[in-house]
């Protein structure tokens, strides 16, 4: 899944603000609420494993595979939406045990 823009293609994790445009002021505890964007990389109810991926241009959204073989959230069925606040990074220092 790629995402466009104004007719240009555009990456899910670098080009969605963080901090969403909002037309409408909110409040909560009597102070102002902002609101923030999201990345659904597992909808709700599902179980297929979709990822940003990070070393393809643009970033598009793919199903994530391990050992050439589609990954699945494997606790259950989900009753959030699972996926990450854009323009946000991972320490590359920090390596997976995977």
Do not use: C
């Not at 609420?33 to 991926?53: C, G, L, R, S």
């Not at 073989?69 to 854009?86: D, H, I, M």
């Amino acid at each position: 899944l790629f995402l466009t823009q104004g007719g240009r293609q555009i990456s899910p994790w670098h080009d969605v603000p963080l901090v969403a445009l909002s037309s409408s002021s909110s409040t909560y505890g009597g102070a102002a609420a902002q609101h923030f964007n999201m990345v659904t990389e597992i909808p709700m109810y599902t179980t297929a494993k979709m990822e940003v991926m990070k070393d393809k241009w643009f970033n598009p959204i793919m199903q994530d595979e391990k050992n050439g073989a589609p990954r699945y959230y494997g606790y259950g069925t989900p009753f959030f939406n699972y996926g990450l606040l854009p323009q946000t990074w991972e320490d590359p220092n920090v390596k997976s045990p995977e």
